[in-house]
Each structure stands twice: as C-alpha cells, then as structure tokens.
C-alpha cells in the first residue's frame, strides 16, 4: 500500500475511483486529469492542450492524449487522430491570437529525447526573429542507399 492508502502493484496505484495512476506520477496524466495547475487552452474528450511551462517562445503548446502512453503510435487509431485534430484546432487558434508566421510541429520519441514519459506533440509559433532552431545534420541520400532503406522499410508495410 502506498503512502496515500492506494493499493499499488506493478508500478501502478489504484485511485479509490479505480483509476489507475502511475508510480512514479506523470505529470501530464494530472494535468489532464484536472489535478494539476496548468495553463489550459484546450480539452476534449481525448486530449488536452496547454501551454510549456518553459517554452521555446511564446504560445508553445503541449497536446497530449489524456490515455496514458510512453509512445504517441502506441495508442489506438482513434486517439492518435485525436491527438493531430487538437493540433489544428490549436493551430488555428493560436494563428488567429499570435499571428506567427507559421509553425513547427514535432513529436519525439524514445528515452534519447524525451523528458516526461507520457506521448506529446509540440506545437510551435515561429516568428521571424524568434531563436528556435530545430536544424538537422543532413546528407544526401544516394540512389543505392534509398533503394536498400525502401526495401527494407516496405517489408513491414
């Protein structure tokens, strides 16, 4: 039994609604859920959207799912559509309040680049004189080793 009398096991603690929480917590399942202070912009029935409490300028906007997953392809069809409607719809309404002059949208994935474990999309107003760079190395990409990647990637297709 934990500290606040739930019953856990395997990491998860029962709410005494039967809800099951993580152990530790994440931070993005109480926002979602309302038991966390955070700037909402956005809730439906699936997602959530606020701002970053540390964000790259301003109006950068977390969507998540409310499902708890590490991994945003993990989830059902459904709540992955979800999750990129929220987008637009923040997209708009951040168009219509800011009027950036456009917008990065990413995800990440894996324990190389994230920092809460819970799938969430980053969606960025960029302004021109903004400092947000999101470059990539680059090479190009030879004929030869495009047409090994496209076999191999079809195979699972």
Request: glycine content about 6%.
């Amino acid at each position: 039994m934990s500290d606040d009398g739930r019953i856990a096991t395997d990491g998860i603690a029962e709410r005494e609604c039967g809800e099951p929480q993580r152990e530790p917590p994440c931070e993005f399942c109480h926002i979602a859920a309302g038991d966390e202070p955070a700037a909402r912009l956005y809730a439906d029935e699936q997602t959530v959207a606020f701002l970053d409490r540390q964000p790259a300028v301003t109006g950068h906007t977390l969507i998540v799912p409310r499902a708890h997953e590490g991994e945003l392809f993990h989830l059902d069809a459904a709540a992955t559509a979800a999750v990129f409607e929220t987008v637009q719809t923040m997209t708009d309404a951040l168009e219509a309040a800011l009027e950036p002059d456009g917008f990065s949208v990413f995800y990440t994935s894996g324990p190389l680049v994230g920092t809460v474990e819970h799938a969430h999309v980053h969606l960025v107003p960029r302004f021109e004189d903004d400092s947000v760079s999101l470059a990539l190395s680059r090479r190009r990409l030879g004929e030869s080793d495009a047409s090994e990647l496209v076999s191999a990637i079809r195979e699972y297709c």
